[in-house]
T-cell receptor, first 110, second 109 residues
Framework: DADVTQTPRNRITKTGKRIMLECSQT?????MYWYRQDPGLGLRLIYY???????NKGEISDGYSVSRQAQAKFSLSLESAIPNQTALYFC?????????FGPGTRLTVL | RKEVEQDPGPFNVPEGATVAFNCTYS??????FFWYRQDCRKEPKLLMS???SGNEDGRFTAQLNRASQYISLLIRDSKLSDSATYLC??????????FGQGTELSVKP
């Protein structure tokens, strides 16, 4: 079984819809992250959490929100999706300096 | 200026070639440095950490120059399976990893 899982793996939605991307981990790590990846821009940090009661904005948090329901779960929401949120989204956990990524969610907003 | 900058490539090299990637970072207070590998449409995976003294892992050698704020990755005897995008990553104060945009490598037969 994968240590970091993401659901859904692919999603096509329409402008204005609310979308939730879910991430679960079995590594027991406190630190969890959400990134988006766009061609030519690399990975950009959306939100991160160092424990259940700690939520921090990354460099591109506008239009997104997160929920850390438990140590093992970190969800990313798009309250009202827009086309420029079409991207590949990665969840990651961290132990010390090493991050472990989930397989990614490919989101398309029409 | 981006915090971490890489030449996006692509680098097209024949099998057996030696290829070097460079990366610069802007924050002199950055603490740790890494190279990640990402295959097409897959998640990034840690390739190696980068230490001030330089470190080697098989065909891969990483170097750090703090004075110049410069990181490098050398791949010797390139294999077809080395084709991927290589991401330069810097750990900033506060525990955030900052990613470069990646350098694409294509190794041809």
């Amino acid at each position: 079984d994968a240590d970091v899982t993401q659901t859904p793996r692919n999603r096509i939605t329409k402008t204005g819809k609310r979308i939730m991307l879910e991430c679960s981990q079995t590594k027991g790590h406190d630190r969890m992250y959400w990134y988006r990846q766009d061609p030519g821009l690399g990975l950009r940090l959306i939100y991160y959490s160092f424990d259940v009661k700690d939520i921090n904005k990354g460099e591109i948090s506008d239009g997104y929100s997160v929920s850390r329901q438990a140590q093992a779960k970190f969800s990313l929401s798009l309250e009202s999706a827009i086309p420029n949120q079409t991207a590949l989204y990665f969840c990651a956990t961290a132990s010390a300096d090493t991050q472990y990524f989930g397989p990614g969610t490919r989101l398309t907003v029409l | 200026r981006k915090e971490v900058e890489q030449d996006p490539g692509p680098f097209n090299v024949p099998e057996g070639a030696t290829v070097a990637f460079n990366c610069t970072y802007s924050n002199s207070a950055s603490q740790s440095f890494f190279w990640y590998r990402q295959d097409c449409r897959k998640e990034p995976k840690l390739l190696m950490s980068v230490y001030s003294s330089g470190n080697e892992d098989g065909r891969f050698t990483a170097q750090l120059n703090r004075a110049s704020q410069y990181i490098s990755l050398l791949i010797r005897d390139s294999k077809l399976s080395d084709s991927a995008t290589y991401l330069c990553v810097v750990l900033s104060i506060g525990g955030k990893l900052i990613f470069g945009q990646g350098t694409e490598l294509s190794v041809k037969p």
